[in-house]
Nanobody, 119 residues
Framework: QVQLVESGGGLVQAGGSLRLSCAAS????????MGWYRQAPGKQRELVAL???????NYADSVKGRFTISRDNANTTVFLQMNGLKPEDTAVYYC?????????????WGQGTQVTVSS
């Protein structure tokens, strides 16, 4: 099994910054894409940012230019640097990873971390 442990959420004023981290551990051969999703109350979960093992990135239009996704050299930890935060960024942020177990692939989710942006 694989565990994704997120950290870095919290309360911040509009215009502020936060940095989320997600570390993967367990029975891992390699990890393909890793990403961050978010879910606000009463809304569906949506993609925020995605990064492949090769370093290609993809962002939701709403966060382009403000958020940056990155991975460590071991490709087991993903970060989300969030600058210029807005109240509409308030949500539970979830880490996601496509893990290669050598002969099979499985998608995993973290437990979520709350990000609250006050106006």
């Amino acid at each position: 099994q694989v565990q994704l442990v997120e950290s870095g959420g919290g309360l911040v004023q509009a215009g502020g910054s936060l940095r989320l981290s997600c570390a993967a551990s367990g029975s891992i051969f390699s990890i393909d894409a890793m990403g961050w999703y978010r879910q606000a109350p009463g809304k569906q979960r949506e993609l925020v940012a995605l990064i492949t093992s090769g370093g290609s990135t993809n962002y939701a239009d709403s966060v382009k230019g403000r958020f940056t996704i990155s991975r460590d050299n071991a490709n087991t930890t993903v970060f989300l640097q969030m600058n210029g935060l807005k109240p509409e960024d308030t949500a539970v942020y979830y880490c996601n990873a496509n893990v290669n177990h050598r002969t099979w692939l499985r998608n995993y989710w973290g437990q979520g971390t709350q990000v609250t942006v006050s106006s």
